[in-house]
């Protein structure tokens, strides 16, 4: 292997493209070919390249790919947190798609903050991602819709796809991909196995008026209890967050309490008597 000098301040000199090119033996112009995937090369000239680029342990510089208009093969996922069992079994999902596609994944975090979340996704767009994946339960109101439909078109503009996942649509006009939870026929489905079980004093952690995931749990949660006629009672709703721990919070207060209701909410689980 051939050796690379070293600057004056004693640090290894990262390899360079042309380390690459005297190491395989061949032009520049074959080499930014084959890295890039552009130009098809006869298997021996790759075989060539890639052992060079292994034994010289390059990496390409991005900033030059970037300017060169090689795009590289990424997608991003932002989330509120990746504590949370949810966005972190969302995130894994999209790694592993990712990773199968030869896709590098990026993961970034809000912590709920739409300024944060703005500046992840410009960050995402200087990182030429090919998809920007947003995960989380929002406040949909005309700020956020005109928030996310200029989102959408800056980076459809860009050349990227804006992903919504676990968020309402935007819109007919509007180029993003949305994959939706039916959160309230999942609450209803779960309210009424529990009233079918015998279960009438039933506990709805996590309300949180105005946002869409709760409000939507909330319907389906109210929908079932009417299906099976039982009275409303408003005090069995707690207002909360959907964090594992602010559950079992909310959860440990009621039974303090003395309360023997049965508890419906997201990574809860029930196991109290009727």
Known sequence: MPRRTAPDDGRPRL?????VVQHAGVSV??????????YPSAAATRAKVMRAVRE???VANAHARGLAGVRPKSVAIVVNSVIS???AHVAQGVQEEAAREGRLCIVGTTGGDPERELDTIRLMRQEQAETVILVGNIVADDAYRERMASYARAL???GSRLVLCGRPPLGPDVPATVVEY??????HAITSHLLSAGHRRILFLGRRTGYTTPDSRVAGYRAAL???RVPHDP???VDGTMERGEGHRMRSERLGRGHTHIVVRDSVRHHLEP
């Open 156 to 158: 459809a503009a860009a």
């Open 15 to 19: 390899a360079t493209i042309r380390d």
């Open 182 to 187: 039916d959160n309230t026929a999942g609450a």
């Open 226 to 228: 009417a299906a099976h």
């Open 29 to 38: 112009a074959t080499v930014s070919r084959i890295l890039s995937g552009t």
């Open 85 to 87: 069992p949810h966005y």
């Open 56 to 58: 010289l342990d390059y």
């Open 235 to 237: 005090g069995l709703e």
